[in-house]
């Protein structure tokens, strides 16, 4: 079926309003990796504890988390594979990550 062939009324205002607030194929890959990212609870806490606390250590990270050091060396390398920095009281992500 056609998108123009439809079944139902069509709102051309707001069909076009969607389209206008949709994001770009591209910008919701990244999106949706970001969210990937976000969803291991380590690298989730990680951010948490770092937005809280400000800068921390690997070894005061694994306290935090009441993991090992390698666990959180290991989510800490995912999240700057992705992109994520943590630098003075900041957490960031970057779009080109």
Known sequence: MS???????????????GRAGVLPAEEAGRLAGLLGMLADPARSR?????????ELCVGDLALVLEATEDQVSYALKMLRLAGWSASARTVAWSSTG
């Open 3 to 17: 998108p123009s062939n439809r079944d139902h009324p069509v709102s051309p205002e707001r069909v076009a309003a």
């Open 46 to 54: 990680i951010l948490f504890a770092l937005v809280s606390a400000g």
